[in-house]
């Protein structure tokens, strides 16, 4: 005889089975209920009930036998289970159905007629196929005391901003895109939380932020909790956000103003296209202050904020800036085992052998590094300085290099400023650093002091001697006075590896300038002006000779002298030997 008792103390809520029943494996034979939830107490095995020991509503204490039977074959089958229509599940279904951007096929075509995409397709773009995990994507707008819930649902998806996780070639990313369709982009109560949700657990597994940019700044108009505060002040999305320790990079197209452009901004790396309006503060807001009426775009239009530094990289379209955001990414993720390069040759190729001629540094950038490519960062400002990410026989490196095309390479203050926070974001992405020294110092004059060149360009030297990571410099001709200097890190002794093509030529300060002053009462006491000339270019000449890479290398001046054709090679050997980078925990300036 089989006896089937009570695991746990319970209720007999039913008695399924009468004495002498014949029932089958799987026959249910009574239901308990326990903490109000039901349990069904089925036959393990064919047979006939003999004793049913407890009536429906008594109490159970557990141990207790509720039912006797005698295994044994039986006709009879257990009867097949219900199956239920899941109206739970159609519900999920129903309201998932308008997150997605079939359901809006007015906003849709909309952005599309702009030549713009959705903040879903960005992110898809952006991630992985199938690695997206979405965080908070049921939100509505806290207006729910003021709009029936169907109304938001349908018109407030997301309180107006994607969050999730995903993966770029590999790599673990978080995104937010904030959807401009969803009341033009603006900032609500459930909005912040969402990016605060996201921004913790980007911090807490160590992600890299991508952010999507567009549209204004706080709603006022949150019904739900507008008792709740007077200014909303203490709201922690901009704190946690530039908290972050990165890498954080924004993507800005359309109008992006207040609070949206100060995400953006605290962003490591900024990313617009040609159609993009950036501001502090959109027409509302300058109205608002009493500063006129204006247009949404003629405030911040690419074209000025490329210019100002405030854009780092200006792209075409959104398509451009999400490759541009995945090379970036990129740049703080593992080497690559091998890619093509150019031909070393073409190195030997790009100084002028006439010393006065100029050239161009790009060219000597796109000869250096992999076939993968140059990103150049803020080619619009600072333009006496070259900076960027590339790729150096797989390993990712960080490029600062003078541009002789511009006041001969000369450091003035806003190449000065480029270059420093260039530095501090390669630190803080644990990214060696290769510079291309052609300068003949920091540039000097009455005019160029008004600028504030004294602080502006010891910004150089302050982000040299705090930087961690491994640092190489190549002079590849002039390397004079203390802008050379800051080129190499704060001094020739800083680098891990520091070196001169055969073209170099170093001084404590250009050789013209150092002859007129030196010898100033000399070529005074020549009457003769041919004869006066003559003599400057001598003395010139064995300065130069003096100052050439070759004699100045024997001296131990810097480390040595190379065939331009090697310098892909002796960069790599130098960064092997200085061993895995660690990105550093201070943060990237904003400027």
Not at 82 to 108: F, G, H, I, N, Y
Not at 127 to 150: C, K, P
Not at 423 to 449: H, K, N, S, Y
Request: proline share 4%.
């Amino acid at each position: 005889m089989k006896v089937v008792k009570a695991e746990s103390a319970a209720i007999v809520s039913d008695v399924r089975v009468r004495e002498g029943q014949a029932v089958a494996k799987g026959t249910v034979l009574i239901v308990t209920e326990l903490m109000k939830m039901q349990h069904e107490i089925r036959a393990s095995e064919s047979g006939v009930v003999r004793t049913v020991h407890v009536q429906a509503g008594q109490e159970l204490a557990g141990g207790e036998r509720l039912i006797s039977y005698e295994p044994k074959a039986v006709e009879t089958t257990a009867p097949s289970r219900k199956v239920e229509a899941r109206t739970d599940l159609a519900e999920l279904e129903t309201r998932m159905a308008l997150l997605q951007d079939s359901a809006r096929p007015e906003a849709v075509a909309k952005r599309s007629n702009a030549g713009m995409r959705t903040a879903r397709n960005n992110i898809e773009d952006l991630l992985d196929a199938g690695s997206f995990t979405e965080y908070g994507a049921l939100a509505v707008a806290a207006q729910r005391t003021q709009r029936g819930l169907a109304e938001l649902q349908a018109r407030t998806q997301g309180d107006g901003i994607i969050c999730g996780t995903g993966t770029v070639n590999g790599t673990a990313v978080a995104a937010m895109a904030v959807d401009y369709t969803v009341l033009a982009g603006t900032q609500g109560y459930n909005h912040h939380r969402k990016m605060d949700r996201l921004i913790e657990v980007a911090g807490r597994d160590n992600l890299p932020i991508v952010l999507f940019a567009e549209g204004g700044g706080g709603r006022p108009n949150d019904y739900d909790v507008a008792h709740m505060m007077v200014a909303g002040l203490n709201v922690t999305s901009f704190r946690h956000f530039a908290a972050h320790k990165g890498p954080k990079i924004g993507i800005v197209t359309g109008l992006c103003f207040a609070g949206n452009a100060a995400l953006f901004g605290v962003c490591d790396v900024r990313i617009a296209t040609q159609a993009s309006f950036i501001g502090m503060g959109g027409p509302a807001m300058i109205e608002g202050g009493g500063l006129g009426v204006v247009d949404a775009r003629d405030i911040g239009p690419s074209d000025v904020q490329s210019k100002n530094g405030v854009i780092d990289c200006l792209v075409d379209d959104e398509a451009a800036a999400v490759v541009a955001a995945k090379q970036l990414l990129g740049m703080s993720g593992p080497d690559l085992e091998s890619l093509e390069a150019p031909k070393a040759e073409r190195l030997r190729d790009v100084i002028p052998t006439d010393r006065t001629r100029a050239y161009d540094m790009r060219d000597a950038i796109n000869s250096l590094v992999d076939e993968a490519g140059f990103l150049e960062l803020r080619r619009g400002f600072g333009v006496g300085m070259v900076t960027g990410f590339a790729r150096i026989n797989g390993r990712s490196v960080g490029i600062l290099a003078n541009n002789p095309l511009h006041l001969g390479g000369a450091i003035d203050a806003s190449a000065a400023d480029k270059g420093a926070r260039f530095l501090q974001l390669c630190d803080a992405w644990g990214v060696p650093v290769v510079t291309l020294c052609d300068t003949p110092g920091f540039m000097v004059g009455p005019e160029i002091e008004k600028t504030g060149q004294v602080a502006h360009v010891s910004r150089l030297f302050l982000a040299g001697a705090h930087f961690t990571q491994p640092l190489v410099t190549i002079i590849l001709r002039k390397a004079y006075g203390l802008g050379a200097m800051a080129m190499a890190g704060g001094g020739f002794d800083r680098p891990q590896f520091c070196c001169a093509w055969p073209t170099g030529e170093v001084g404590a300060m250009g050789l013209e300038g150092a002859v007129k002053l030196g010898q100033r009462e000399r070529l005074a006491a020549i009457s003769d002006q041919v004869e006066r000339e003559k003599e400057y270019e001598r003395l010139v000449a064995l300065l130069y000779e003096n100052g050439k890479a070759l004699n100045a290398a024997s001296l131990l001046e810097f480390d040595a002298v190379i065939d331009p054709a090697d310098s892909r090679d002796a960069i790599g050997k130098a960064l092997c030997a200085a061993g895995p980078c660690v990105p550093s925990l201070r943060y990237v300036d904003a400027w």
